[in-house]
């Protein structure tokens, strides 16, 4: 059955750390790959999507993700965390023709002083 | 460009009432979703339409919510009676045809039942 693992629940990093979120997929097929982040009382803006062509994509607010079609994952990575990037983090999957995503739990990313 | 509208943003009712919420989409996006989100997990589907018709809808409790979009524009989503396991954050997304996948989200009606 496809589905999207995020293992972690949470993770906390310092301000100005880097970071990386995991997301491993069940797909048979290529998927479309999409990084959603959620901010406290908003909804769910696209970080950065990936559909084909170059394993490294780049997404809004200094946030990149790569495609391992091996390892069947997409983590999220951020070289430098700011305070503002504490929200939750949603990796989702494209997984038929209609178009409709199939969603990790989400990761809650704390941010330390 | 405006994007996708959603009223009311909070609502607070006591189990076995009814609620409705509104969803206006970014002109010109035929497919209009509905997703149920509870604390702590991510959001499920509950209906899409493409225009005024149902692509979807094989995850929507249909005994008591039914979602309806008359004129291919906004959508109102209705649950008639709540129970408490309805608590949730619904959300509204819509898409181009261009066959992206992107959605783009409202921000959310809060629903608490009492």
């Known amino acids: 059955a496809q589905s999207v693992t995020q293992p972690d629940i949470h993770i906390t990093v310092s301000e100005g750390a880097s970071l990386e979120l995991r997301c491993n997929y069940s797909y048979g097929a290529t998927p479309y790959l999409f990084w959603y982040v959620q901010s406290p009382g908003q909804g769910l803006q696209l970080l950065l999507k990936y559909f084909s062509g170059d394993t490294l994509v780049q997404g809004i607010k200094g946030f990149e993700a790569e495609f391992k079609r091996s390892q069947s994952s997409f983590n999220l990575r951020k070289p430098s965390v700011h305070w503002s990037d504490a929200a939750e983090y949603f990796c989702a999957v494209g997984a038929n023709s209609n178009y409709q995503l199939i969603w990790g739990a989400g990761t809650k990313l704390i941010i330390k002083p | 460009e405006a994007g996708v509208a959603q009223s009311p943003r909070y609502k607070i009712i006591e189990k076995r009432q009814s609620v409705a919420f509104w969803c206006n989409p970014i002109s010109g996006h035929a497919t209009l979703y509905w997703y149920q989100q509870i604390l702590g997990q991510g959001p499920k589907l509950l209906i899409q339409?493409?225009?005024?018709?149902?692509?979807?809808d094989s995850q929507l409790p249909k005994d008591r919510f039914s979602a309806e979009r008359l004129k291919g524009v906004d959508s109102t989503l209705k649950i008639q009676p709540a129970k408490l396991e309805d608590s949730a954050v619904y959300l509204c997304?819509?898409?181009?045809?261009?066959?992206?996948?992107?959605?783009?989200f409202g921000e959310g009606s809060r629903l608490t039942v009492l």
């Open positions: 997304a819509s898409s181009s045809n261009r066959g992206t996948g992107e959605l783009f």
């Open positions: 339409f493409q225009n005024n018709g149902v692509v979807d």
